[in-house]
């Protein structure tokens, strides 16, 4: 999901995206909240330094994920049900992994941060950040068939909740959803997230102590 590491780091972004990752977002609620320029500009930096100073990718331990080989798509319910396994296994937020047979080589990955194209690009954010998870987790609450004539989709709805590993150890609580776009193959061509909170407020709970916070 798309989506996980542009969250962090303002996926996805990421399954999640955060990722930036291959992050996604393009409902009316995001529309009514336009994320500032800067702050675009600011993730795509942020996202470039970290390449530098990011963890090694073989702390990763992706021991327990096999990946799939072979995907044959026939129709939208097989697409569905295996973005469901990826949602329950949680490989996005714990390993940085994810069934990426079932995206497009050039599929489009945004959010309320970031926008980029590639799912090669979205696989690279993904492992990137996952390292900075602390106890992360990803809650599955609705996945279906989207509702959009014009369009074969699937829409997903989410919880992510991650302390993150940074001295003062900020807690990343949003809920959100990803639209999954399918061509006539029923490969994804576009993963685009939306969240309950801001890009401003997102990035916010980076810079706020997780002490005396919630969790739930």
Known sequence: MSATCCIVFASSTLHGKF?????????????????????????????????????DSKRLDASSYKRRDDVLLSSVDDILQ???????????????????????????????TIKFRGK???????????PFFEYPSIE????????????????????LRTFLRLPWRP??????????????????????ESWSVSALEAVGQIFTPSFGRRTD
């Open 140 to 159: 599955l609450e609705k996945i279906e068939k989207g509702t959009n004539s014009e369009t074969t989709s699937v829409l997903a709805t989410w919880k």
């Open 120 to 130: 090669d690009l979205y696989s690279r954010n993904l492992k990137l950040l996952v």
């Open 171 to 192: 807690l990343i609580s949003i809920d959100g959803s990803t639209v999954y776009d399918l061509d006539n193959e029923f490969k994804i061509v576009r993963h685009a």
């Open 19 to 55: 990722n930036g990752t291959r992050c996604c977002s393009s409902s009316s609620k995001q529309n009514k909240k336009e994320t500032p320029q800067l702050l675009k500009i600011a993730v795509s930096g942020v996202t470039e330094l970290l390449r530098f100073f990011s963890f």
């Open 82 to 112: 295996i973005l469901k396994s990826d949602y329950e296994n949680a490989y996005f937020v714990t390993v940085g992994n994810f069934t990426s047979d079932i995206y497009a080589e050039d599929c489009i990955f945004e959010d309320p």
